[in-house]
């Protein structure tokens, strides 16, 4: 049958996990799950807890999906709900995600595995397979006729099996991903065994990682010797407005190389201490001209301003750019087609009366200040930056109405096209209320609509008496288009293409 996946529960996991949460986010953003706000809220909920499974609760669980409900809610409403994100993915792959690379899967957690045990697993990401593909690393061999094999590549074959043999027996010693006990670094290989750890004896701030380190180790060859660094942003427990954060660098047998310290003394400060928060990283894929870079933004703590720092692969800094308000999200991709990947970056603008924005930066060109409309919120002494896309995303009645801001979270290209969504409702975390953007190449506008009904009850509910009281109108929801273009337009806003109905 077309579309079918073959699923092999005795694999172990050993995707990317960047490649998992693209994955997710796919699944967010498509039209299967556009109308379903409980279950994409609980898909994200099972995700943020995807490396700290064991240690996820039903209580845990009700607690986040029905956070004014706790009481009235048992172990049997999450039951349902999970079976009915269960039915929802299978619809998504056999729809839209019938060619994605990636399988999300909900197991049943009360069934007994091939071991005897029972099953306590959430959620599951898997390679998927083709119905009637089996997976081997000697399939291209098993492919031909023995008998056509030369006695010297059968010597070859036989050599490169003995040596994988070996290799087994030493065990994976490459670093596959990360686990967070306490005060402790776990660094695991592809099968979950622990390869080395690293204990901070000054603790570290448990909050700063939501329980789990999904996304915050990057494990990557920054110098192209077949060797992977692990990146590990490192938040001291106690008062953050005393201690910044930092970025720490291992081999991967674990000996620290190298350590940086985001953020530096501005005169915007007005003598206080220099802490800096890393919100975001990650790694620039090596060009012909060019080896892996590092980006990291960070945020002056609490609120601004926001530092994008360019690094080597040795910890020294490169550039930097920085932004009156925060960069929360990152991510890169090739948008025009050279051949190297452009940053895009999305959070607050301080200076344009806290909306949303999206920066994209052209990793060559990271220096200055952004430009702010509110003096108060300009950095100085930076020179003018030269962002190749600068957005403003307008702000809903609902959202200046309870919050101080609305955020842009989740950029993401695909297809050549640029994604995101701003959350109009800041709290309680996650925030929420989702407006969903995208963008075709050319940066027009294709989409702007408030993808589930958690926007539209929420306006509901707060303007449903009062001297404000209305229902969300036509020309309301037609205000979401006008997206603001500061930099990289020939008009004022960004202009609309054919939208995506």
């Keep these: 049958m077309q579309g079918h996946i073959s699923q092999t529960p005795d694999v172990p996991d050993v995707l990317d996990p960047s490649a998992v949460s693209e994955q997710i986010d796919r699944i967010l953003r498509s039209q299967s799950f556009a109308n379903k706000s409980q279950l994409k809220k609980l898909l994200e909920i099972l995700h943020r807890n995807m490396d700290a499974q064991s240690t996820l609760k039903t209580e845990g669980v009700i607690r986040e999906l029905w956070p004014g409900e706790a009481r009235t809610k048992r172990a049997a409403d999450v039951a349902t709900e999970m079976n009915r994100l269960r039915h929802a993915l299978e619809t998504y792959y056999k729809s839209e995600g019938k060619s994605d690379s990636i399988l999300i899967s909900l197991p049943s957690r009360s069934a007994a595995a091939l071991d005897g045990s029972v099953e306590k697993r959430w959620i599951m990401a898997k390679p998927r397979v083709s119905e009637g593909e089996q997976p081997s690393p000697t399939k291209a061999i098993g492919q031909r006729k023995l008998s056509r094999i030369l006695p010297i590549t059968a010597v070859l074959v036989l050599g490169i099996l003995a040596y994988g043999t070996i290799q087994m027996r030493k065990g994976d010693t490459r670093p596959q991903s990360a686990r967070l006990d306490g005060s402790t670094l776990r660094i695991l290989n592809a099968e979950g065994k622990e390869l080395w750890s690293k204990t901070f004896p000054e603790g570290i701030r448990s909050d700063s990682y939501y329980e789990n380190l999904h996304g915050l180790v990057w494990i990557a060859d920054l110098e192209g010797k077949g060797h992977a660094d692990v990146l590990f942003p490192y938040f001291p427990a106690g008062n953050p407005l005393s201690h910044s954060s930092t970025l720490i660098c291992y081999s991967d047998r674990g000996k620290e190389k190298w350590r940086w310290t985001p953020g530096r003394e501005l005169p915007e400060l007005k003598g206080s201490a220099a802490t800096f928060m890393i919100v975001s990283f990650g790694v620039l894929k090596a060009t012909t001209n060019r080896p892996p870079r590092i980006v990291i933004s960070s945020q002056y703590f609490p609120w601004w301003p926001c530092q994008?720092?360019?690094?080597?692969?040795?910890?020294?800094?490169?550039?930097?750019?920085?932004?009156?308000?925060?960069?929360?999200?990152?991510?890169?991709?090739?948008?025009?087609?050279?051949?190297?990947?452009?940053?895009?970056?999305?959070?607050?603008?301080?200076?344009?009366?806290?909306?949303?924005?999206?920066?994209?930066?052209?990793?060559?060109?990271?220096?200055?200040?952004?430009?702010?409309?509110?003096?108060?919120?300009?950095?100085?002494?930076?020179?003018?930056?030269?962002?190749?896309?600068?957005?403003?995303?307008?702000?809903?009645d609902l959202n200046r109405a309870l919050f101080q801001f609305n955020l842009a979270m989740d950029p993401a290209v695909e297809h050549g096209n640029l994604r995101l969504t701003v959350a109009e409702c800041i709290t309680p975390l996650p925030p929420g209320c989702r407006i969903w953007y995208e963008f075709d190449k050319n940066f027009r506008l294709i989409a702007a609509y408030a993808g589930t009904d958690e926007f539209r009850s929420a306006h509901e509910r707060f303007y449903q008496t009062g001297k404000n009281a209305h229902a969300l109108s036509e020309g309301e929801q037609e205000a979401f288009q006008k997206v603001r273009c500061l930099v990289g337009c020939k008009t004022e806003f960004v202009p609309v293409g054919k939208l995506v109905p």
């Design 308 to 396: 994008v720092a360019i690094l080597d692969s040795h910890g020294k800094l490169l550039s930097e750019y920085w932004h009156s308000g925060v960069i929360s999200y990152m991510t890169f991709a090739d948008l025009d087609g050279d051949g190297r990947q452009e940053i895009i970056a999305a959070g607050v603008a301080n200076g344009y009366d806290h909306q949303a924005t999206l920066v994209v930066l052209d990793p060559d060109r990271v220096f200055g200040a952004s430009k702010e409309i509110q003096p108060q919120f300009q950095i100085h002494g930076m020179g003018d930056a030269q962002e190749r896309l600068r957005l403003l995303f307008p702000r809903s």
